[in-house]
């Protein structure tokens, strides 16, 4: 085998991309900018570095999302083997120690006989045919946004996503806070809760309404993801939207009154030594002096000391539908595959996903062997399927994986039993794979 294949970026999609094709026999070019560039959210030098949560979601096969993550470790994944062997305690979600995350999947990567990393910027679309696989991230740098630009037109390429702050643990005053997970037994749990009766949640709305915010640079435009609004945002919708989103108190008994708060606040651990959490749901554009006044008005955090800021950063993605073929490769440039939330969905496990099957067709365009689609029925499948119907033309949104975008069953359902339906028939949809590994799906 002489022929190599070279993958620009080296977050989530870029690695499961590369470990993928190479599992396939296929030597890889893995191209990262950094450290000789950085993004505006980036610090680290690592590989897949996470700098918007720690939280992988849901662990449980039993929603789309654990769904979609035990799909991932039967084929092999590289991004949720690291994620297993770096998970901190989160309650019935996956978190991980991000920086211990992101150091084992580079050591993996730098050990891999067929993988070559380069450190340098992917700068130009490459001579002829041979294919490639695109992963500049959801922070691509103005080189990969011309590219893409100069490809499919402009106006293609703007969306958001946000950071939530970290705050260290020894800076809590744990006597106004608890440990519990929702719906779990009380006394204890992997989330800390910051409960607040209804006058303190009151007072807390109008703090976080009237905040200074942080301008949006020039080349911003304010759109978001509804998925992951800004706090400040959620709040000017209305004085109850928080109440169901973010700060909904359900399924929690606070131990200081034995009833459930009015609102609360919770924290999940962003490290495995527990030094340091991070206030959930709390992405936001406020800027630091008004983080600082607000967000101590939250019992528990009055003293709390900022490890790391909440921010809005630039996000890219593509109007896939319109310049995607099935395959996720650029209509304009078929030998050119897209990987991860630049193609259109949103999160990490998601991008991972498709960035895994991104190397797996450009693995097989290298050989010479059928592209595949993965099963419609699978969690994978249904999410790739919202790439190709997402949307009426120009109102495409990115989207994660949820049980909506999974093909109808036959007969509507309690919500449950659905959920299983659906499940037994993903898990039946990779047979064939399982048979033949090159076998050729469509739909």
Known sequence: MTARLHIAGGGLAGCEAAWRA???????????????????????????ELVCSNSFRAASPENAVGLLKEELRNLGSLVMRAADLTAVPAGRALAVDRALFSSRVTEAVEAHPLIELRREEFLAWPDGEAPLVLAPGPLASEAAVELLQGATGAGNLSFYDALAPIVTAESLDMSKIFAQDRYGPEGGGDHLNAPLEKDEFLAFLAALTEADRSAPRP???????????????????????????????????????????YAVVQLR????????????????????????????????????????????????????????????????RPAVFMAGQISGVEGYVESAAQGLWAGENAARAVLGAPLSLP???????????????????????????????????????????AALRRIEAARASWLPFKEDPFHVESW
């Open 269 to 332: 651990r962003e490290n495995l030594a527990g030094t340091l959490w991070n206030i959930v749901g709390f992405q936001t554009r406020l800027t630091r002096p008004a983080q600082e006044r607000v967000f101590r008005l939250i019992p528990g955090l009055g003293n709390c000391e900022f490890a790391r800021y909440g921010a809005i950063h630039r996000n890219t993605f593509l109007a896939a539908p319109e310049v995607l073929d099935p395959f996720q490769r650029l209509l304009p």
């Open 219 to 261: 080349f911003e435009d304010e759109s978001y993801f509804e998925g992951c609004l800004p706090v400040e945002v959620m709040a000017a919708r209305g004085p109850r939207t928080l109440l169901f989103g973010p700060m909904k108190p359900v399924g929690l008994v606070s131990p200081l009154t034995g009833r459930r708060p």
């Open 22 to 48: 190479a599992s396939r026999g296929i030597p890889c070019v893995l191209w990262e900018m950094k450290p000789h560039r950085f993004s505006p959210a980036h610090r680290s030098p690592d590989l897949a």
């Open 375 to 417: 099963p419609r029925a699978s969690a994978l499948g249904s999410l790739l399927s919202h790439l190709r119907h997402g949307g009426r033309k120009g109102a495409f949104a990115p989207s994660n994986v949820n049980f909506g975008l999974f093909p109808p069953l036959p007969e509507r359902l309690p919500k449950k039993e």
